[in-house]
């Protein structure tokens, strides 16, 4: 296990067009995030997983979002209907439970969607 | 609302000087703070966590809750430290799960 991974590393779509990312997260983590990151941002936060449930989307998160993690190992997320201003770089991270403290993410690399 | 600041988009500063990184929380609680960074062509990682006390890579942060600020700080900057560096924060117990970052701080260190 060497991290987490996210596949596509690019995407350029045309607008109208529906997308799909994969994040495989570390295999011990049972925590998974989606965060975007727009030109000069911070990473946003979209969704948290805690095994296969969802336990909160971001207001960010329109209905043409959705993402599912179904058997608590690997998640995707689905972008229906792309619009221009979904072009941004889609972080997947993973941490684990344990305590009470927050130990910090593990981060993929990031998949980057541009919409033409 | 919790909110992040970081003030400057860009430092710039020879090697040897000391650098501060400055950050500035807006959190109703007691929060957890962080630094990430991101080297070139790099994915953003964990630099430290306040709560661990720690230096790592002779950098170091330390809290401040009546200034509500976590600056991060070294003495002596190296060219390898020039990077993008994110303050973030979460909240403790059951809100600990998500992150809020700041726009990152751009540093970089001149030979």
């Known amino acids: 296990d060497t991290g987490v991974s996210q596949d596509p590393r690019h995407k350029i779509t045309k607008r109208g067009q529906n997308v799909t990312f994969r994040c495989d997260p570390i295999?011990?983590?049972?925590?998974l995030y989606w965060y975007r990151q727009t030109l000069g941002q911070g990473p946003e936060f979209l969704t948290y997983f805690q095994n296969e449930a969802q336990l909160e989307k971001s207001r960010l998160l329109s209905d043409r979002f959705s993402a599912e993690r179904p058997k608590g190992s690997f998640s995707t997320l689905e972008i229906q209907r792309t619009e221009q201003g979904d072009s941004a770089m889609y972080l997947c991270a993973s941490s684990s439970l344990a305590g009470s403290g927050n130990y910090g993410y593990t981060f993929g690399s990031g998949t980057r969607l541009t919409v033409v | 609302a919790q909110r992040v600041t970081q003030p400057e988009k860009l430092l710039s500063v020879f090697k040897g000087a000391p650098v501060e990184l400055k950050c500035n929380y807006s959190?109703?609680?007691?929060?957890?703070l962080f630094w990430y960074v991101q080297y070139s062509r790099q994915r953003l990682q964990l630099l430290l966590r306040?709560?661990s006390r720690e230096s790592i890579k002779g950098f170091t942060a330390d809290l401040n809750k009546g200034e509500t600020s976590f600056h991060l700080k070294k003495p002596f900057a190296q060219e390898e430290d020039s990077a993008m560096y994110y303050c973030?924060?979460?909240?403790?117990?059951?809100?600990?799960?998500?992150?809020?970052f700041g726009k990152g701080t751009l540093l970089t260190v001149n030979p």
């Open positions: 306040h709560i």
């Open positions: 959190y109703s609680g007691s929060p957890e």
């Open positions: 973030a924060l979460s909240g403790r117990g059951g809100s600990n799960y998500k992150l809020t």
């Open positions: 295999s011990e983590h049972n925590r």
